[in-house]
């Protein structure tokens, strides 16, 4: 019942509202004064522009920034680069600088490391770069990291572990005219069987 | 322009589109006048708030969004700087609504219905304030109950009753135009 009746007064509003806006708008005639209509349109304008104005000026201050940016660092590095010795550049050479000392280091470290390794060779049998070796007289002495550079040499070319394998190689390299080739395998041919006879056409 | 949405032009005009909110400010001109000439019944002090509200809109344009029917955004703003001023200066009691039916503009228009008119307008302008305002709201802005809640800040339970009480006080005088609206604000 109670429904019934909130339809009936929502059907009753409706109709009040339909009544009253059919009167009201026979009277709604007053408009804001056309100054008024002015002002606002004008307002409403220079507030559109204010704001491209705004955005454009942002634009150009980002602008300048990046390009005061940009001029910074490249001055920064040229005072830089100006600081460092010439035929340097920059961080880099530093850098080098700061490397070269440690590699040379690491070098010699490793040179001691062979030296305390190949020191011990004639005594050993069991290597077999170094078995021939014992059955030759004492290689003459020569400077510990030259001779360990020797036979680090040896090591790489003769890996067969066959002189007379290894001449034929050099035999052929010498007959290919290989110069450079031949007298590199054949420096560490010495170095590794110094007593080693050589052929005829090797010993020029 | 004139086939865009509201929200349409509105967002154009955020964009930079200055012809959008012309179209915009053409819809909408008349009817938020009136709302706020009929809530404070001072035609100069409608002027101020209606060039005021129009500066709001304008200048806090950058918080709408689409999500929200511009109307009911638009009404919102005018009706809380009316409500700011009522503050200050408290509304009139029962003075006549100034801009009735000018009939020497419009001399077709026969009497009875420019009466009624008028009567409507003096009734209208007794009702209680948040009576009033919602049924201007109603009347003028073409809101529903909806957007009468979301710009009064009521729910709308309570605006539906505000437009309900409204329309009974105004029932007699649909009946009986003739009726004195003195005599509709006391039965109210």
């Known amino acids: 019942m109670r429904r019934r009746n909130d339809q009936f007064n929502e059907a009753e509003a409706e109709l009040d509202v339909s009544v009253v806006q059919a009167i009201y708008s026979g009277l709604s005639t007053a408009e804001p004064p056309a100054l008024l209509d002015q002002a606002v349109l004008n307002l409403a304008r220079r507030e559109s522009e204010r704001t491209h104005e705004r955005r454009i000026n942002t634009r150009h201050w980002i602008a300048a920034l990046s390009t005061t940016c940009v001029l910074a660092l490249s001055l920064g590095l040229l005072m830089h680069r100006g600081e460092s010795p010439p035929g340097s550049s920059g961080a880099e050479s530093s850098k080098t600088k700061r490397l070269q000392p440690a590699a040379a280091e690491q070098e010699h470290d490793e040179l001691r490391a062979m030296h305390d390794q190949a020191a011990p060779l004639p005594e050993q049998s069991t290597v077999g770069a170094a078995a021939p070796m014992e059955a030759q007289p004492a290689a003459p002495a020569e400077p510990a990291a030259a001779g360990i550079m020797k036979s680090k040499l040896a090591k790489s070319v003769d890996s067969t572990g066959d002189p007379d394998a290894w001449l034929q190689r050099i035999l052929q390299l010498q007959q290919a005219g290989d110069a450079a080739q031949l007298a590199t395998e054949l420096q560490a041919f010495r170095a590794a069987y110094p007593d080693y006879p050589l052929p005829q056409a090797l010993q020029d | ?188």
């Open chain 2, 1 to 188: 322009m004139d086939s865009h949405s509201d929200e349409q032009l509105m967002l154009a005009y955020v964009a930079g589109d200055v012809t959008a909110f012309e179209s915009l400010y053409a819809r909408y001109r008349g009817p938020l006048y009136r709302f706020i000439l009929r809530r404070v019944k001072d035609p100069a002090t409608a002027n101020d708030m209606y060039q005021g509200s129009w500066e709001k809109i304008i200048k806090s344009r950058r918080t709408y969004r689409q999500e929200v029917p511009f109307k009911a955004w638009m009404y919102r703003i005018a009706r809380n700087h009316v409500v700011d001023y009522f503050r200050r200066a408290p509304p009139p009691a029962d003075e006549d609504v100034v801009e009735l039916a000018d009939t020497a503009e419009r001399p077709d228009q026969l009497l009875e219905q420019v009466e009624a008119a008028a009567a409507l307008a003096r009734a209208i302008a007794q009702l209680p304030d948040e009576q009033q305002e919602a049924l201007l709201l109603k009347l003028e802005g073409g809101l529903d109950l909806h957007e009468i809640a979301d710009v009064t800040g009521v729910s709308v339970e309570t605006a539906k009753s505000r437009l309900r009480y409204a329309l009974a006080k105004l029932r007699p005088l649909l009946q009986d135009p003739d009726k004195p609206a003195g005599n509709i604000h006391a039965q109210a």
